[in-house]
């Protein structure tokens, strides 16, 4: 006996009629998923905080608690620079680009971009100072000079290490969002 919810051969009821909601161009998205690297190291992350918040709960228990508040602050602090390094990327919308880093997020609206392209480069091997020639994503702007261009994603990054087909579709699809809205 098929189980059709478990195979792709079933039949579809008007797939084109529903609207997805990730289908608002006005919402701000990522177009590639985030890549094993920076998952696995945001996973260690919380795993330390949990470690973290244990430790803090017997102190809480046997100590003092200013010492008990200032651990509990410590493994707030390591959750949210998980939750920050999931967050790390580029993201596309209706209205610009928007590359967020670690500590600041800086968006473009599609009026200031010229171009987006890939180009073949020495780039930061995991984000380490460490370079290695490979490809990268960049982002030429209006209001500055065509040499002054940061990658916005490479092929030796947290997201595509080891993924070059990964990396090609985010940048032909982030290419595609610049090619539909700089006109806009």
Aim: charged share 20%.
């Amino acid at each position: 006996m098929p189980l059709p919810f478990l195979t792709a051969d079933r039949t579809f009821e008007a797939a084109d009629d529903i609207a997805l909601p990730h289908d608002d161009s006005t919402r701000w998205r990522r177009p590639y998923r985030p890549g094993p690297w920076r998952v696995g190291l945001a996973a260690l992350c919380l795993l330390l905080a949990s470690f973290v918040l244990f430790g803090g709960v017997l102190i809480a228990l046997t100590g003092s608690a200013a010492s008990a508040g200032l651990i509990f602050a410590g493994a707030l602090a390591i959750i949210v620079a998980a939750l920050r390094l999931l967050r790390m990327g580029v993201w596309v919308s209706a209205r610009g680009l928007r590359h967020v880093g670690f500590l600041a997020t800086r968006t473009v609206p599609w009026q200031d971009v010229v171009a987006v392209r890939t180009v073949q480069q020495p780039v930061r091997w995991l984000e380490l100072p460490r370079t290695v020639q490979g490809q990268a994503l960049t982002l030429v702007r209006r209001d500055r000079s065509p040499e002054d261009t940061a990658p916005l994603l490479t092929t030796h990054g947290l997201d595509f290490m080891a993924r070059v087909s990964a990396f090609d579709r985010a940048a032909d699809t982030i290419e595609a969002w610049a090619a539909e809205h700089r006109g806009v």
